[in-house]
């Protein structure tokens, strides 16, 4: 009968054992509020906007000329320069609807991976900061 070299079992185990990769991408987020029309994805139409205002703009790095509008992504806070800025175990859903260099009203800090409506940083962030860390990924 057949028996593994003695380091071919430590070695299986080990995948059985450690944690999948994730998806992931870490980037920065600000936020942006109202002029929200129109949006470089859908123009003047009101009904793009999600009920709940979950939604943001596409920094550079995500845009891809244009092919991320409709995307959508989960959304966690991870840090800021502000100490304990983030809202522990919160992630939400936002959909991309606009391009981040192309907003009608300024961003609180420009160059972010995504710029958030209002509400949705709000949603993820406990104090009044301008950028946090985020971790996004698609879905």
Same mark, same amino acid.
Request: proline share 12%.
């Given at each position: 009968m057949w028996t593994p070299p003695p380091l071919v079992l430590?070695?299986?185990?080990?995948?059985?054992?450690?944690?999948?990769?994730?998806?992931?991408?870490?980037?920065?987020?600000?936020?942006?509020?109202?002029?929200?029309?129109?949006?470089?994805?859908?123009?003047?139409?009101? +009904?793009q906007f999600p009920a709940d205002n979950l939604f943001a703009a596409a920094g550079q790095g995500i845009w891809d000329n244009g092919a991320s509008c409709g995307r959508e992504y989960l959304v966690r806070c991870l840090s800021s320069a502000t100490p304990d800025a983030c809202?522990? +175990?919160?992630?939400?859903?936002?959909?991309?609807?606009?391009?981040?260099?192309?907003?009608?009203?300024?961003?609180?800090t420009n160059g972010t991976t995504m710029v958030l409506s209002t509400t949705a940083f709000r949603m993820i962030t406990q104090h009044s900061v301008d950028v946090i860390n985020i971790e996004f990924t698609q879905v």
């Open positions: 430590p070695w299986l185990a080990s995948f059985l054992i450690l944690p999948l990769p994730s998806l992931a991408q870490v980037g920065t987020a600000s936020f942006y509020g109202p002029p929200y029309l129109p949006t470089a994805c859908y123009g003047s139409e009101e +009904g809202a522990q +175990g919160r992630t939400i859903h936002v959909v991309i609807l606009d391009e981040a260099a192309a907003l009608n009203s300024m961003p609180s």
